[in-house]
């Protein structure tokens, strides 16, 4: 991790239409990684950061955020607004994850409330 990075551990990330096109391999381009934007949590913070530490729950662009880390620069995080702090689950989660608390039919159930 280089100065000015922070390590996230990524609680919910976005699948646009850019990373379906990188799916079906139509986008331009070679090695580009999915994901582009997540939410989570800061696991480490690099020389330099200011503004973030860890255990901050943050938002923000983290190229290759379909992965359950990011390495991203701290500029492109911020924190998540005091009223989307909780410890609940994030709504949409990979169906590798466990059942959220309020619905052990679907890990993707939607149950809890998103900010």
């Known amino acids: 991790m280089q ?6 551990r990524v609680a919910a990330a976005a699948l646009n239409f850019r990373d379906v096109l990188l799916a079906l ?7 580009i990684p999915l994901g582009a934007e997540c939410a989570g949590t800061v696991i480490e913070c690099g020389a330099g950061v200011d503004g973030l530490r860890v255990g901050d729950a943050v ?13 991203v620069p701290a500029a492109s995080c911020r924190a998540c607004p005091p009223r989307c702090r909780s410890s609940r689950r994030p709504p949409c989660r990979w169906p590798s994850s466990p059942p959220c608390s309020a619905c052990s039919a679907s890990p993707a159930c939607g149950a809890a409330s998103a900010c």
């Open 25 to 31: 391999g139509v986008y331009p381009g070679t090695g």
């Open 3 to 8: 100065a000015g990075e922070v390590r996230l």
């Open 59 to 71: 938002f923000g662009f983290a190229h290759g955020s379909m992965a359950s880390e990011a390495v």
